[in-house]
Nanobody
Framework: QVQLVESGGGLVQPGGSLRLSCTTS????????MGWYGQAPGKQRQLVAT???????NYDDSVKGRFTISRDNAKNTVYLQMNSLKPEDTAVYYC????????????WGQGTQVTVSS
């Protein structure tokens, strides 16, 4: 069974920075893609960034140039460096991991709150 635990959220001023991390437990075999989604209260969960095992990244247009996703395969950890934060970035950020063949299954963390406010 795969478990994902996020950390690093908190309250920051506009223009500030946070670094989120997500560590998996259980087997790390066949975890092809890891990433981050953000969900504001009452809103749908939205893609923020993804990264494949080989390091290929994908970002939502709203965070390009501000956020950087990375992963450490040896530590089974994915990171999201969040710079130049804006109030509209306020959300609960969820880590996810996708295992390809043969499982074809996605896993979600419990979420960590990010609040950007003066």
């Amino acid at each position: 069974q795969v478990q994902l635990v996020e950390s690093g959220g908190g309250l920051v001023q506009p223009g500030g920075s946070l670094r989120l991390s997500c560590t998996t437990s259980g087997t790390s075999l066949s975890i092809d893609t890891m990433g981050w989604y953000g969900q504001a209260p009452g809103k749908q969960r939205q893609l923020v960034a993804t990264i494949t095992r080989s390091g290929s990244t994908n970002y939502d247009d709203s965070v390009k140039g501000r956020f950087t996703i990375s992963r450490d395969n040896a530590k089974n950890t994915v990171y999201l460096q969040m710079n130049s934060l804006k109030p509209e970035d306020t959300a609960v950020y969820y880590c996810y991991a996708y295992r390809g063949w043969p499982q074809f299954r996605a896993y979600w963390g419990q979420g960590t709150q990010v609040t950007v406010s003066s």
